[in-house]
């Protein structure tokens, strides 16, 4: 079993940026392929960015690309997602996820734990 605890969501207006942590309890952190995803109102949940254990493979949505940046510090057993150049239309809730079969996957179905979530608000 892991516990995941995101934090950090908030307001913040538009070309903004935040930072979203994910602290993780119970099993070994680092075994687990760790995911990003958020949920807007009335769409579908959808993959953000991926991280590998060992922090050496990152993989994120075309959206997101060049202004998140997904991390893990193991020795700390949390992950973080920096969100830089924030835009109205990444409003959502944020939930980080683990899996713990190895391989990176864009599919929520494929984590195994997951978050509660935390909502990030960008104003224009």
């Known amino acids: 079993q892991v516990q995941l605890v995101e934090s950090g969501g908030g307001l913040v207006p538009s070309g903004g940026s935040l930072r979203l942590s994910c602290a993780a309890s119970g099993r070994t952190f680092s075994s687990y392929v760790m995911g990003w995803f958020r949920q807007a109102p009335g769409k579908e949940r959808e993959f953000v960015a991926t991280?590998?254990?060992?922090?050496?493979?990152?993989y994120y949505a075309n959206s997101v690309k060049g202004r998140f940046t997904v991390s893990r510090d193991n020795a700390k057993s949390t992950g973080y997602l920096q969100m830089n150049s924030l835009k109205v239309e990444d409003t959502a809730v944020y939930y980080c996820a683990a899996k713990s079969v190895p391989g990176s996957s864009y599919v929520p179905r494929a984590y195994d734990y997951w978050g509660q979530g935390t909502q990030v608000t960008v104003s224009s």
């Open positions: 991280i590998n254990w060992s922090g050496g493979n990152t």
